[in-house]
């Protein structure tokens, strides 16, 4: 089983910066991608920033320029660093993995952590 444990929430003026992390932990398992998620209240969780195994990096619009996402494969953490925040990035940030569960027949699975409140304030 593969837990993912967030840190780094926080609150913030616009136009500051917060870093975030994500680390997975378990056994029996690899990782191929992560990355970050957020989610306001009443609204569809929307994709933030991706990363594969190899540094292939994607990024939603409203966070280009601003957000950078990056990756320990050895130590299977993700970082979002978030820089010129907006109050329209508050927000509960959640990281997920996508990996391979090994065993007799290897399975595919996307996990998620528990989130971490970002809050900006105008």
């Known amino acids: 089983q593969v837990q993912l444990v967030e840190s780094g929430g926080g609150l913030v003026q616009a136009g500051g910066s917060l870093s975030l992390s994500c680390v997975a932990s378990g056994s029996g398992f690899s990782i191929n991608a992560m990355g970050w998620e957020r989610q306001v209240p009443e609204k569809q969780r929307e994709l933030v920033a991706h990363?594969?195994?190899?540094?292939?990096?994607n990024y939603a619009d409203s966070v280009k320029g601003r957000f950078t996402i990056s990756r320990d494969v050895a130590k299977n953490t993700v970082y979002l660093q978030m820089d010129n925040l907006k109050p329209g990035d508050t927000a509960v940030y959640y990281c997920?993995?996508?990996?391979?569960?090994?065993?007799?027949?290897?399975?595919?699975?996307?996990?998620w952590g528990q989130g971490t409140q970002v809050t900006v304030s105008s």
């Open positions: 997920y993995a996508d990996g391979l569960h090994y065993g007799l027949s290897p399975t595919g699975f996307r996990s």
């Open positions: 990363i594969t195994s190899g540094g292939s990096t």
